[in-house]
């Protein structure tokens, strides 16, 4: 007996439900940031995103790549909320991002000189961080990190914000009216 092909499964399917064959056209980055943060167009959601309110996110990010030449995953998820947003609708002066970097992260937070001196590749997040901060993304590296890991201030990205600890950063952010990122 022949199983039918994945396309012929999916072609019902796009005609029953065509909000979702719709959405597979693939993924496009921008409006906000174009080097990252590529996602899915999603029309006529059930649940519906208001674009009367404003959208005030702050991310973590504790953990640096698996390979110093990689972007932080992060960074690109945070690129992806803008652009997701962007993407539906949503004016720009309503989106509002801060990162929060701590622990092993710490390190991708050097300019490109300081990390090619400790990784010997330019730092594979430099472009994404100064396009998320051209976008008004606060990113934020914990003071605490810095000075436990031994992190040169001096070789920290001028784009990046020092803070006395990651956790006062999420205090102040949230003080602002800040929600933290649940993943």
């Known amino acids: 007996m022949r199983t039918p092909s994945a396309l012929a499964l999916l072609i ?10 719709a959405a597979q056209t693939g993924p496009s980055t921008g409006p906000v940031i174009e080097s990252a943060g590529a996602v899915f167009g999603i029309p006529e959601p059930e649940f519906t995103t208001p674009l009367d309110r404003q959208y005030k996110l702050a991310f973590e990010m504790a953990r640096a790549s698996d390979s110093p030449d990689e972007v932080n995953v992060v960074l690109n998820t945070v690129a992806r909320y803008l652009n997701m947003h962007g993407q539906a609708g949503l004016p720009a002066d309503q989106i509002d991002a801060a990162v929060v970097v701590h622990g092993t992260a710490g390190w991708e937070m050097l300019d490109d000189e300081a990390y090619r001196e400790r990784h010997g590749v330019d730092n594979p997040n430099t472009t994404l961080i100064k396009e998320l901060v051209d976008a008004g993304v606060q990113v934020i590296l914990c003071g605490q990190t810095a000075a436990a890991r031994g992190i040169p201030r001096e070789g920290v990205m001028e784009e990046v914000s020092v803070a006395l600890s990651a956790m006062t950063a999420f205090l102040v952010l949230q003080d602002q009216g800040f929600k933290v990122n649940p993943w």
């Open 12 to 21: 019902p399917a796009a005609l029953v439900w065509p909000s979702v064959g």
